[in-house]
Every structure is written in structure tokens, then in C-alpha cells.
């Protein structure tokens, strides 16, 4: 049996036929490209104020550093380590000024995490409940990217103030030499966690720029793919690449500052504003150095690949219907953006479905503590096999690269004891001539359903044969 399905581009597109009691289901994913200051921020919910804080102690001394031409010489050298054993009473949260009741204090995993997939090694990082930063590839070898660190989570009551308004805060802590790093703001409003910039001066800038001509600065592009959600709405998974090597950074002794951002804006049909995300690239703190200041060039190109971000992914719910995305990139002077069109099914309602299609390059078998109360919580990973899937944001695949198509299968039928035997098939046409160029055949399915929801993963490889250059 042959069906009519429809496509997305990868240069060439790639149709997925699901084959049931003789009847076909396809499946498609769109992506786009286009061209394309802040500490994070802290929304309010539930009156409540919840400080992620690392800290450091910082010593200072004289001794032998290496000069520029490699000789011997008096200089001043740091030592840093992390500040471990700290309770309530030894933390002091100050809003505008005013020191506040501590509620609730706990130690936690730190917001970084060390990444050894199919390709190489990098740290993701989360600053919000959804949103994962993505570092490029360590180039060294022996650069390690596994931390021991910890964050503290701070709890407290704000006191009252009117609604869109914004606070300052300070921390101290009862140990000397001690480096605080924590958010500088919070802003009372209803608005999620995963929209800090919302009511912000930067966000109203990036929202500008959406009304606007502008092409923008920085290259950027994005893809999405939809999936059957835990409540009822769709889960949208979009992939961002970043030009890391283009974004503004500077440092403060052996610390990175950047002031790198993201806005994610989901229009309907009709132009209405139906969702939003933002996001800012916390960087995790230097966790520990003992050299020379100010730090040596190399140092500075070393730590800043592990932490300026290449990519950035997260997630959103939608209801089933046509959208599209508006999403801009700020490193505080520079922006870029890029637009895609999609559409999300219902999967509730058909006997059988097929999910969207995100386009993977990288994989690896998760840790048992690569998630917390720090790391993107409320992410959830595309899993198959063990091991989960990263979707890209780049769409370019060279010869010889692997193409990984994740997808999901949905049904009321698959839940009963006597399941139907599912044949899947996977081709990638060239979309100006109509040639085939690659084809599994029809397979049979016999992945699992995942243990989280009901939906039957499938990831097949498929070797590249030709450059497939993004469209």
C-alpha cells in the first residue's frame, strides 16, 4: 500500500508510513532557519521566592607565575574552592535593603551537567524548569567536565508589593573570602518560572525586534517536533543552534560574565500571541582554580568553550492547530532571529497516530542523577532503548553523518494484550526531483512502550549518503 505523505526539508525530506490493518498514517516535522544582559531572574509563585546561590572562597597570594615568554616570575595567584557545609543561619537574604526570614534551605546537584555522547563530551546546564543551555564539545581532552559542586536553595516570603514590580537582592554568607553567586531581581508577577524575561526591560527590547525589519546579527535556527503530552495538550520540543564563537563574553578575575538570552514567542493561525518562553544562560560559576591573575589567555578560550552556549532546547504545550514561532537570540548587544511554521495533530483522537519527527545526531545513556530540582525538571527527555536522544537545531548532515529519526507511536490498541503486529517504513526524497535516496523498507516495530507514557518510541539509523544541505 502507498500513501501520499508530506514532507519536511532537510535539503531533500523524509516520509514516515506507519502500516495497520491496511491503513496508512504519515507523519512529517517542519524546521526553519533564518539569520538571526542579565542575571537570571526569579519569578514569584505561590508568594514564595526560591534562590538557587553557589559559593565560592576566594584567597589571594603572591608566588611564581609563568610570564609571557614562559619565564619565572612574582605574581599574584588565586585560589578558589567551593564553600561547602553552610545551613539557614549562616545565609542572609537581603530584598531591597531589608533582610528576610529564611523558609525552607536545602543542598542540591549543581545546575551544570557533564554530556559524553555518540560524538564527544560538553556540559548542559538549566536555568529554568524547562530550558537546557548546550556547550560546545571540550576540544581538550583534558578538560574535565564532571563536577562535585552544589547549589542552595534559598526559600522565602517577599514582602508585599504591587504586581509587575521588581526587587532587589543580596546575599551574604557567615564565611570569609566568600564569592556569592545568586540572582540579582526578582519581579512579582503570576507569570511561570519558564518566562523569566517576561515584564523586563530586555524582553520588551526582544519583543521589539519580532515588530520590526530587522534581520538580526546573529545566525540562528531552530526545529520543532510534536509529541503527545502528559495532560492532554501536545509537547513541543524545539532545537535552537547558537553561534557560540559570536557571542559577547568578558571576565570578572576567573569569572565568566556573558549576558545571553533567549525569547520563544507562538503565535495561532490567526497572529494571537498563545504562548510564550524565555530564558538567560546562567553559566555555572568557575568551580575551582589555583593560577595565575589575570587568567592566562588560553584559560580564558579554555573554560569559556565549556560554558558559552552552542544550542539551546526546551519545551512547550499546545493544543492541536497551525503555529508559528518567532524566536530571538540577545548576547546583550547583539540579536539574531528565526521564524518556523508548524502544525500539532491530536493525537488523542485517532485509533492510531504517528508523532512528529525530530531529527537526531547525538545520544547517550543518561546518568542516574542527571535530573533534580536544578536540572530542567519538567523536561522530558526523548528515550529509547536506555539512552536518550538530543534533537537538533541544525538540519545539515554530511556524508557518512548519522540521520537518527525519533518518533512515537500512539493507540488505544496498543495498550490491549493482543496488540497488532507494526511495520513502519522511513524514506528521505530529494524534494526538487522527487528521488529516493535512502529507504529502510517496511520494518517491523518492536521497540517497547515507554514506561513514563503510553506511546511506542522507534529511532532507526540511517546513513547519509550525499551532503544533505539545509534548505
Partial sequence: MKAQLSTFHIGRSLGVLLMFGGI???????????????????????????????????????????????????????HSKEVTGLSA???????????????????????????????????????????IWVAPDVANKATTLDSKFHTYLVTYVPLPSPTGSCHRISIKVDRRHSKVFAPGQYCNTKDPLSDPLKDTELGDRLIGNVNSNQVGELPLSVKTSSFAGLSGAARVNLSAEIPANLLERHWDGVHLVTSIA????????NGKLVSRFSDTACAPAEEGYSGPLPLPAFAQKEFGQVMVPSGYRTQVDLGPGDYRLELLLTDGEKFGRASTSFTVDDFSRAALSLSGIALCKRYHKPAPDERGPTRAPQYL???????????????????????????????????AADAPKLFLEMKVFDERTGELKIGT???????????????????????????LPNS
Fill in 24 to 78: 496508512a498514517f504519515g507523519a512529517a516535522s517542519p524546521s526553519a532557519s533564518a539569520q538571526s544582559e542579565t542575571s537570571p531572574l526569579i519569578k514569584v509563585e505561590s508568594r514564595e521566592v526560591v534562590l538557587p546561590i553557589r559559593v565560592i572562597q576566594e584567597k589571594k597570594s603572591t608566588g611564581a607565575v609563568e610570564g609571557p615568554n614562559g619565564e619565572a616570575q612574582l605574581g599574584w595567584v588565586l
Fill in 89 to 131: 543561619k549562616s545565609v542572609h537574604v537581603f530584598e531591597d535593603g531589608v533582610e528576610a526570614k529564611i523558609q525552607h534551605f536545602s543542598v542540591e546537584q549543581a545546575d551544570g551537567w557533564a554530556v559524553h555522547d555518540n560524538v564527544g563530551s560538553h556540559l548542559d546546564y538549566s536555568c529554568t524548569p524547562r530550558g
Fill in 262 to 269: 533567549v525569547l520563544g514567542l507562538v503565535f495561532d493561525s
Fill in 381 to 415: 527527555p526523548l528515550m529509547f532503548d536506555g539512552q536518550e536522544f538530543t534533537p537538533t537545531g541544525d538540519t545539515r548532515f554530511k556524508k557518512g553523518e548519522q540521520l537518527l529519526p525519533y518518533l512515537e507511536i500512539y493507540g488505544t490498541e496498543l495498550r
Fill in 441 to 467: 523498507g517496511a520494518r517491523p516495530v518492536d521497540s517497547p512502550m515507554r514506561p513514563d507514557y503510553p506511546a511506542i518510541p522507534v529511532v532507526w539509523e540511517m546513513e547519509v549518503a550525499d551532503r
